[in-house]
Protein backbone atom coordinates (compact mmCIF):
# COMPACT_ATOMS: atom_id res chain seq x y z
CA UNK A 1 0.00 0.00 0.00
CA UNK A 2 3.21 2.25 0.70
CA UNK A 3 3.88 2.17 -3.21
CA UNK A 4 0.16 2.83 -3.70
CA UNK A 5 0.60 6.08 -1.96
CA UNK A 6 3.58 7.41 -3.27
CA UNK A 7 2.33 6.96 -6.76
CA UNK A 8 -0.95 8.65 -6.09
CA UNK A 9 0.60 11.98 -4.18
CA UNK A 10 3.03 11.91 -7.34
CA UNK A 11 0.28 12.34 -8.97
CA UNK A 12 -0.85 15.07 -7.24
CA UNK A 13 2.48 16.71 -7.29
CA UNK A 14 2.69 16.17 -11.35
CA UNK A 15 -0.81 17.82 -11.51
CA UNK A 16 0.14 20.89 -9.38
CA UNK A 17 2.70 21.30 -11.06
CA UNK A 18 1.23 20.59 -14.73
CA UNK A 19 -1.46 24.06 -14.10
CA UNK A 20 1.14 26.34 -14.04
CA UNK A 21 2.01 25.49 -17.17
CA UNK A 22 -2.11 26.12 -18.45
CA UNK A 23 -3.17 29.58 -19.78
CA UNK A 24 -4.46 31.33 -22.54
CA UNK A 25 -4.14 33.83 -24.66
CA UNK A 26 -6.93 35.74 -22.91
CA UNK A 27 -5.44 35.45 -19.40
CA UNK A 28 -1.84 36.81 -21.16
CA UNK A 29 -3.82 40.16 -22.42
CA UNK A 30 -5.39 40.61 -19.02
CA UNK A 31 -1.70 40.08 -17.37
CA UNK A 32 -0.38 42.66 -19.62
CA UNK A 33 -1.33 45.99 -21.24
CA UNK A 34 -2.15 46.31 -24.63
CA UNK A 35 1.29 48.62 -25.43
CA UNK A 36 2.75 45.44 -23.45
CA UNK A 37 1.16 42.61 -25.17
CA UNK A 38 1.32 44.02 -28.87
CA UNK A 39 5.34 44.40 -28.83
CA UNK A 40 5.78 41.19 -26.65
CA UNK A 41 3.23 38.52 -28.94
CA UNK A 42 5.60 36.45 -30.75
CA UNK A 43 8.07 36.04 -27.62
CA UNK A 44 4.45 35.32 -26.09
CA UNK A 45 3.27 32.74 -28.55
CA UNK A 46 6.78 30.79 -28.36
CA UNK A 47 6.48 30.63 -24.40
CA UNK A 48 3.21 29.71 -24.82
CA UNK A 49 4.10 26.92 -27.22
CA UNK A 50 6.57 25.61 -24.86
CA UNK A 51 4.56 26.34 -21.68
CA UNK A 52 1.50 23.98 -23.36
CA UNK A 53 4.23 20.56 -24.07
CA UNK A 54 5.34 20.93 -20.38
CA UNK A 55 1.97 20.44 -19.25
CA UNK A 56 1.03 17.92 -21.70
CA UNK A 57 4.22 16.52 -20.21
CA UNK A 58 3.47 17.16 -16.80
CA UNK A 59 0.00 16.09 -17.42
CA UNK A 60 1.08 12.98 -18.75
CA UNK A 61 2.86 12.56 -16.19
CA UNK A 62 -0.01 12.85 -13.59
CA UNK A 63 -2.18 10.46 -15.44
CA UNK A 64 0.28 7.38 -15.20
CA UNK A 65 1.05 7.81 -11.68
CA UNK A 66 -2.15 8.27 -11.14
CA UNK A 67 -3.70 5.05 -12.77
CA UNK A 68 -0.24 3.16 -11.54
CA UNK A 69 -1.19 4.00 -8.09
CA UNK A 70 -4.94 3.04 -8.18
CA UNK A 71 -3.81 -0.34 -10.06
CA UNK A 72 -1.38 -1.25 -7.19
CA UNK A 73 -3.58 -0.33 -4.42
CA UNK A 74 -6.34 -2.56 -6.06
CA UNK A 75 -3.86 -5.30 -6.43
CA UNK A 76 -2.52 -5.05 -2.58
CA UNK A 77 -6.27 -4.72 -1.35
CA UNK A 78 -7.01 -7.93 -3.24
CA UNK A 79 -3.87 -9.36 -1.15
CA UNK A 80 -5.40 -7.87 1.64
CA UNK A 81 -8.89 -9.75 1.53
CA UNK A 82 -7.57 -13.59 -0.09
CA UNK A 83 -8.57 -16.03 2.84
CA UNK A 84 -5.81 -17.15 5.52
CA UNK A 85 -5.08 -20.59 5.62
CA UNK A 86 -7.21 -21.32 8.97
CA UNK A 87 -9.80 -19.60 7.59
CA UNK A 88 -13.03 -22.21 6.62
CA UNK A 89 -17.01 -21.90 5.35
CA UNK A 90 -18.25 -18.71 4.33
CA UNK A 91 -15.54 -16.54 5.46
CA UNK A 92 -13.34 -18.11 3.34
CA UNK A 93 -15.43 -18.21 0.42
CA UNK A 94 -16.95 -14.74 0.77
CA UNK A 95 -13.03 -13.32 1.43
CA UNK A 96 -11.91 -15.46 -1.94
CA UNK A 97 -14.93 -13.79 -4.26
CA UNK A 98 -13.99 -10.41 -2.19
CA UNK A 99 -10.25 -11.01 -3.61
CA UNK A 100 -11.48 -11.93 -7.14
CA UNK A 101 -13.14 -9.22 -7.74
CA UNK A 102 -10.62 -6.84 -6.31
CA UNK A 103 -7.98 -8.61 -8.52
CA UNK A 104 -10.11 -7.99 -11.60
CA UNK A 105 -10.80 -4.26 -11.07
CA UNK A 106 -7.00 -3.98 -10.56
CA UNK A 107 -6.56 -5.46 -13.68
CA UNK A 108 -9.29 -3.69 -15.38
CA UNK A 109 -7.30 -0.69 -14.19
CA UNK A 110 -4.20 -1.45 -15.62
CA UNK A 111 -6.12 -1.76 -18.70
CA UNK A 112 -7.66 1.38 -18.73
CA UNK A 113 -5.09 3.36 -17.41
CA UNK A 114 -2.68 1.70 -20.45
CA UNK A 115 -4.75 2.49 -23.12
CA UNK A 116 -5.40 6.10 -21.70
CA UNK A 117 -2.26 6.75 -21.24
CA UNK A 118 -1.24 5.90 -24.81
CA UNK A 119 -4.14 7.93 -26.29
CA UNK A 120 -2.96 10.69 -24.21
CA UNK A 121 0.61 10.37 -25.36
CA UNK A 122 -0.20 10.04 -28.50
CA UNK A 123 -2.78 13.24 -28.74
CA UNK A 124 0.62 15.01 -27.52
CA UNK A 125 2.69 14.02 -30.76
CA UNK A 126 -0.20 15.02 -32.64
CA UNK A 127 0.35 18.59 -32.09
Known amino acids: MTIAIIFLIASLQFGIICQKFFYSQEE ?5 TDLEFASRL ?3 S ?11 KY ?3 ALACYNTGVAVLAASLATLLSPLPSEHGAV ?6 SALLMAAGAIAVVVYGVVTVFQVK ?3 NSS
Open 122 to 124: KMG
Open 28 to 32: LKNWW
Open 42 to 44: TLF
Open 92 to 97: AYTKSA
Open 46 to 56: EEQKANFDSWQ
Open 59 to 61: GWL
